[in-house]
């Protein structure tokens, strides 16, 4: 992902039709305050956990009432909203610097606590293994369904039997249990 | 006095992008104590398009005016911090703040990412250009309502 400023990302037609907005901001500038929010409340900033008025949603306090906007006139805020936060640090370079600081913390923080994604085996490796485990599983289903059905080793041709099947019930496999027996007078 | 009406009026600004802001005729005298009324209207046909158009886009288009003109400043480590945020989709429109925004000049691709969708900016923006002259620029008209919900 690529966050460089490249200026060829602005489309130039809509930045000029927004630029007659600029002058609105055109009277901010560095002020000089006596009152500065606690790092409490910067963290809270920060951390986006400041409101704006009392209660998720609510309207903002500074505009509730005559009294409310008069103190934020004077400079003489008794509780931070979010928007008195932003608009002191807008305006203040020992909070911004604040602010910065707290925002790279609070950005390796985060950092830390992402979970880093785990590490895939290639694919040749996953085929080896699936390969393996797949082999391993067809020995030991034909080692459970074939041997007990075959016969004992033995010297005997097929066309010569010296063994006798016999079928009897099983208490472990099913009902029935395939034996062989020797042929009476073949040993 | 003057810069902390100015003040006054971009906290309103951010509030409208919050939406927690009052409805314009409610606090149309305060924004106006220093005589700069139609400063405080520019802002209030804002907050008045939100009720009668898209809100998201409404404020799609102050994130933008934000992150490039309350700064005269360009803010690379801000930008590259805020841009991630946006693209992971950790941050939401009501997260942000001017201050937070100041000196990152984010581009539309990152607007319509906060925002949810695309947008045509240009038409957008006239749209607003619009109901700002039918609103402030004639005699005849209409009053905002005050019974529409402000709620989004």
Known sequence: ?187 | MEIRIELARLAYAENILRCTNEPPEMVEDLLSLDGELEKARRWFVFAEAKRRFDPNIVRGLLVYLFSHYASAEFDPRKREQLVREIMEGRVRMRDLSIERLAGTRLSWEHIFRLVGRQFNPTREKEKIKELYAQLYSSASAPAISPEVSYGH
């Not at chain 1, 602010?99 to 979970?115: F, I, M, N, T």
């Open chain 1, 1 to 187: 992902m690529d966050t460089n400023y490249s200026p060829q990302q602005l489309p130039d037609l809509d930045h000029e039709q927004l630029a007659e907005f600029a002058e609105l901001f055109a009277g901010l500038r560095q002020l000089e305050y006596s009152d500065h929010p606690s790092d409490e409340v910067l963290r809270a900033y920060v951390a986006n956990r400041l409101l704006d008025g009392p209660g998720a949603g609510r309207v903002g306090a500074t505009f509730r009432d005559e009294r409310a906007f008069q103190r934020f006139v004077q400079g003489q805020l008794t509780r931070w909203t979010r928007s008195d936060v932003s608009m002191h640090v807008l305006t203040c370079g020992v909070c911004q610097r604040r602010v910065a600081q707290l925002r790279a913390s609070h950005w390796q923080w985060l950092g830390l606590a992402r979970p880093r994604p785990r590490e895939e085996p290639s694919w040749p490796r996953r085929l080896a293994l699936g390969a393996l485990a797949s082999a391993a599983a067809a020995a030991i289903i034909a080692v459970i369904w074939l041997w007990p059905a075959s016969p004992p080793t033995s010297p005997c041709w097929i066309e010569d039997p010296c063994w006798q099947q016999v079928v009897q019930s099983s208490p472990l496999k099913g009902d029935i249990m395939v034996v062989y027996r020797a042929s009476p007078g073949r040993f």
